[in-house]
């Protein structure tokens, strides 16, 4: 079982930025962030891998947000600069993936979720 715990979330105008951390009670190889507008399908947005750091990024954040992770601290990163109205969701950290991953079913375990607000 892994445990996730998200914080970070709140509200910034357009064009700010916000980084979200994310505790993880055991780290996997896989793990990633999601994020899920009202009435709109869960998102993949960014993945990393535990082993080699490689990443990867929806073309919707892509250049705009960096996943990282401090492995010492059992701790996952969002960066999230040049925010904009559409980047509006509950952020999901997610871990436990056979493989990297922008699917969010393809993770076993998620967080509680924060939430990001941006206003135009």
């Known amino acids: 079982q892994v445990r996730l715990v998200e914080s970070g979330g709140g509200s910034v105008q357009a064009g700010g930025s916000l980084r979200l951390s994310c505790e993880v009670s055991r780290v996997t190889e896989y793990q990633g962030w999601f994020r899920q507008a009202p009435g709109k399908e869960r998102e993949g947005v960014a993945t990393?891998?535990?082993?080699?750091?490689?990443?990867v990024y929806a073309d919707s954040v892509k250049g705009r947000f960096t996943i990282s992770q401090d492995n010492g601290k059992n701790t996952l990163y969002l960066q999230m600069n040049s925010l904009k109205p559409e980047d509006t969701a509950t952020y999901y950290c997610?871990?436990?993936?056979?493989?990297?991953?922008?699917?969010?079913?393809?993770?076993?375990?998620r967080g509680q979720g924060t939430q990001v607000t941006v206003s135009s």
């Open positions: 997610a871990a436990g993936a056979s493989r990297m991953s922008l699917v969010p079913d393809r993770y076993n375990y």
């Open positions: 990393i891998s535990t082993s080699s750091s490689a990443t």
